[in-house]
């Protein structure tokens, strides 16, 4: 401190930190509430005198405990397992995998909603089917589905409404699943369904159906009709459709302008090894169908978790758009180009099992369940095959599916089972 007295500062701001104590050594500080009202990646110095120290950041994270707050209609352990993001509503989509439930949480940091509950809590939970696993959001239409891994059926959520979101009600059916059938109002899909991505131009939702070899495609166009006379009988039911798969299937991710959906599956051919594929979907066709030849067959891992990068680069001319897939086993991501069906390895950190991305700001999160970390990864240069670690941080989860980003605020939502809870982060530009 031989500049003079220290003053701390967040992004420039000493607003609200307060030094308690102050040595040569070690300085302590107070920071207000005032200055962490949302989650935040604040730049840390220190100014002694016309002295500056070195930047450091300082992560504000929001943590939200699921077992505090689904107390009253839940009292087993909650095992959050997936999560997606509303960019409308500003709301996050929870699967309560061992609820039975989805909970909805707020996310509108400005307020621009008045949603009356605030930032960083649940708005509102409701029950779904047996064990949720995947969910899936299409905000122009206001609805999620969700994959119910316990009872072979998607449930279809009208979240217009978030306080008091209503899982639509369709005729009772029995669904198939490993122990027989189970009556249900929902979708009935194939076995044991986990992942789930939605077509957003076409309204097309698909469900990964890992215990038969086979995804689902769900019809959503047929909720746009809203008056009884349109939905004589059971014209508005989604209608449902199985593709068959080489191995089965965990996630799913749509590139819309290709007409195309990439599958992470295994591949066993009987033996005691398996390796680990990629399947491409041609959504052009009715009924969708397995491409044969830009499929991959030949990872050396199984693949878990799979995101969609609309715009790899600036390059001229343009470069394709790739898929991001996690590999538990190879501590790896891969990047997929179907094009060209080839496979880029990316290293992170041990058992990658969840993976997120924000094509507007070229980050990938990889979510590393062993050594329960997040690689944070610059995908700026992907068309080049180029990828950088820009930071490494001490979050990790179990779930599979276990973060989303939002795409406007570059803030994560991390699903972390373990612990029952939500964790909100602000990724580093």
Do not use: W
Not at 222 to 229: G, K
Not at 255 to 280: C, H, K, P, W, Y
Not at 413 to 418: E, F, H, R, T
């Amino acid at each position: 401190m031989s500049g003079g007295a220290p003053t701390v500062r967040l992004d420039g701001d000493s607003t609200g930190v307060t030094i308690t104590s102050a040595t040569d050594a070690e300085i302590d500080v107070t920071v207000a509430a005032s200055r962490l009202t949302v989650p935040h990646d604040f730049a840390l110095d220190v100014v002694s005198g016309t002295v500056n120290s070195n930047t450091s950041e300082l992560h504000a994270v929001g943590i939200i405990n699921l077992k505090q707050a689904l107390s009253s209609s839940c009292s087993t352990a909650i095992m959050p397992e997936a999560v997606a993001y509303d960019d409308i509503r500003n709301v996050a989509v929870v699967t309560d995998y061992g609820c039975n439930s989805v909970s909805f949480i707020n996310l509108d940091s400005r307020n621009a909603h008045n949603y009356g509950v605030s930032y960083g809590s649940v708005m509102s939970t409701v029950p779904v089917g047996k064990n949720p696993l995947g969910v899936g959001v299409i905000p122009r239409l206001g609805y999620a589905v969700v994959a119910n891994n316990g009872d072979s059926s998607a449930a279809i959520v009208n979240m217009a409404n978030p306080l008091s979101p209503t899982v639509l009600p369709f005729t009772s059916v029995n669904c198939t699943t490993s122990s027989g059938a189970v009556a249900s109002t929902n979708i009935c899909v194939g076995i044991a369904p986990s992942g789930v991505a939605i077509d957003q131009d076409r309204a097309l939702a698909l469900v990964a159906n890992s215990g038969s070899n086979s995804i689902s495609t769900i019809d959503l166009t047929p909720l746009l009709q809203t008056t009884t006379a349109d939905c004589a009988g059971q014209s508005c039911v989604p209608p449902m459709q199985l593709v068959p798969t080489s191995g089965p299937p965990t996630a799913i991710a749509i590139d819309s302008n290709r007409q195309e959906a990439v599958v992470t599956n295994i591949q066993n051919t009987g033996t005691t090894s398996a390796t680990g594929g990629l399947d491409v979907i041609d959504l052009s066709a009715t009924p969708p169908t397995r491409s044969s030849t830009a499929s991959i067959s030949s990872l050396t891992a199984n693949p878990t978790s799979i995101v969609f990068d609309p715009a790899p680069s600036a390059a001229t001319p343009p470069s394709p758009a790739l898929f991001y897939a996690s590999s538990t086993q190879q501590n790896a991501l891969y990047s997929f180009d179907p094009d060209s069906s080839t496979a880029t390895l990316i290293r992170v950190g041990v058992n990658p099992y969840s993976v997120a991305y924000n094509y507007q700001t070229g980050t990938i999160l990889s979510i590393n369940s062993t050594s329960n970390t997040s690689s944070i990864i610059d995908a700026v240069n992907a068309a080049s095959s180029v990828f950088s670690t820009r930071d490494t941080l001490g979050i990790g989860s179990q779930s599979q599916f276990a973060a989303v980003i939002d795409n406007f605020t570059n803030t994560t939502i991390v699903a972390d089972q373990n612990n029952d809870r939500i964790l909100i982060i602000a990724l580093p530009q």
